[in-house]
């Protein structure tokens, strides 16, 4: 019998409009280009305007792309997953939301919120329905509205993070293409380092929290920094020692977008070339679950069936994880 592995199988991205750049960012808080360049790697980010746009307006788009690339309609979808950290309300989950605005009628669906390492927790918890047999076709999507939860007096969070959302289709492979394994950590008493402080039950909404910046991102850079380029770059070299990988088999590197110095180091790590590693971060910058769909969404035409790909990712909490893929499809041009 032929083993059933999870393979994506259409993918669908969307940015907002807005560009938001190093300079507009300049006239806002005391940085520079140069300062935010040499240590993100970032010139601009996109940010969602409008009165009443959440996390499911980013979302949606991305989705509608992604079915209409595989030519099948919203009720063809089983499950819907929704990995974010900005979602739409507290309840319900953005990804019923979702459904809801798409027409997927015979979907179930629920969010994941693992922080920048939830589109692979997503992709590992999605491709096990598959290769269950009970579903065919799932719907993983990464999508956050970071400037809803972001101090633009910050200038040590403000510079890095933009909105953005990208999506990819998972449905049955028997050809041995698709999700080949994965290395998932986390360990909790990184939250020290980075988290939101109120709006939880622990520190529910009052008018102090909101006098206070609480609602906001807080984040002590120099940890969260050493903790991610050490983890996500071990992570990485981990999946490929276990999957006898040598880098000379990796087609491509798509690293989470955070920091283009992390970035760096996992390749080298990894003995990777820079023109294997996917980046987007001068344009994107961090979108946090969206940055690694939104990679594979706008390099899709130069990946081949067959490929071998590493999907790394380090996020708040601590979480972090890497994800070993053959690609399924060759794209049209």
């Not at 809801?100 to 693992?114: E, P, S």
């Not at 390492?117 to 999605?126: A, K, N």
């Not at 698709?178 to 709006?199: C, E, M, N």
Request: net charge negative.
């Amino acid at each position: 019998m032929t083993k059933i592995k999870a393979a994506i199988t259409a993918i669908g991205g969307y940015v907002p409009e807005y560009r938001l750049t190093n300079e507009v960012l300049e006239t806002m808080v005391d940085t520079n280009n140069e300062w935010i360049l040499s240590r993100t790697g970032i010139e601009e980010r996109r940010i969602l305007k409008g009165e009443g746009l959440g996390t499911s307006d980013m979302a949606v788009p991305a989705i509608q792309e992604l079915l209409k690339k595989r030519g099948i309609t919203a009720k063809d979808i089983d499950l819907i997953i929704c990995c974010t950290v900005t979602p739409d309300l507290t309840f319900p989950a953005t990804a019923n939301i979702i459904s809801d605005k798409i027409g997927a009628t015979n979907a179930f669906g629920y969010d994941l919120n693992a922080a920048c390492s939830g589109f692979l927790y997503g992709l590992v918890t999605g491709s096990k329905f598959i290769e269950s047999g009970q579903y065919k076709k799932i719907i993983i999507v990464g999508a956050d509205k970071m400037s809803s939860i972001i101090d633009y007096e910050d200038r040590t969070t403000c510079i890095i993070f933009g909105d953005g959302a990208g999506a990819v289709l998972l449905e049955p492979n028997e050809e041995g293409n698709g999700i080949q394994d994965s290395i998932l950590r986390s360990d909790g008493s990184g939250r020290v380092y980075l988290h939101q402080k109120a709006g939880g039950s622990v520190k529910p909404p009052t008018h102090e929290t909101v006098d206070q910046k609480e609602h906001f991102v807080y984040q002590e850079g120099q940890a969260v920094f050493k903790f991610a380029v050490t983890n996500m770059a071990d992570v990485s070299a981990e999946i490929m020692e276990k999957n006898n990988l040598v880098a000379d088999d990796v087609s491509w590197l798509v690293p989470h977008q955070a920091n283009k110095r992390i970035i760096d180091a996992t390749a080298r790590r990894m003995g990777v070339s820079d023109d294997k590693v996917m980046l987007n971060i001068q344009k994107y910058g961090n979108t946090t679950n969206g940055t690694i769909p939104l990679c594979l969404w706008e390099w899709e035409n130069q990946l081949k069936k067959g490929d071998n790909i590493i999907l790394s990712a380090f996020g708040g909490g601590f979480t972090w994880g890497s994800v070993y893929i053959k690609w399924a499809y060759n794209s049209e041009k």
